[in-house]
């Protein structure tokens, strides 16, 4: 079992930062060797994948957020961030973490983190 956490949503002003933060444990959990992910969902939208970061350190980015957001992982504190820049209100969404551990999938999912960027 994998359970996963989710921090530092919030609201913001367009232009501005925030970091959020993905806190993954388990007792045989190891996220330098998990692929991590960070999706989003808008309301009335579907859920898209914003960011990834692989066991390897490969990242990709959603053409929407290419320059502004950076996906790290810190693997001694079993934690990846998402840090978001010049943030605009199309940002405003909740932000979820997700782990694929011992799966090509990912089959373990945070509750989410509100982030609402205003205009």
């Known amino acids: 079992q994998v359970h996963v956490v989710e921090s530092g949503g919030g609201l913001v002003q367009a232009g501005g930062s925030l970091r959020l933060s993905c806190a993954a444990s388990?007792?045989?959990?190891?996220?330098?060797?998990?692929?991590m992910g960070w999706y989003r969902q808008a309301p009335g939208k579907q859920r898209e994948l914003v960011a990834r970061i692989t066991s390897r350190g490969a990242t990709y980015y959603a053409d929407s957020v290419k320059g502004r957001f950076t996906i790290s992982r810190d693997n001694a504190k079993n934690t990846v961030y998402l840090q978001m820049n010049s943030l605009e209100p199309e940002d405003t969404a909740v932000y979820s973490c997700?782990?694929?551990?011992?799966?090509?999938?990912?089959?373990?999912w945070g509750q989410g983190t509100q982030v609402t960027v205003s205009s």
């Open positions: 997700a782990a694929a551990w011992r799966s090509t999938k990912y089959n373990y």
């Open positions: 388990g007792s045989i959990f190891i996220i330098s060797i998990a692929n």
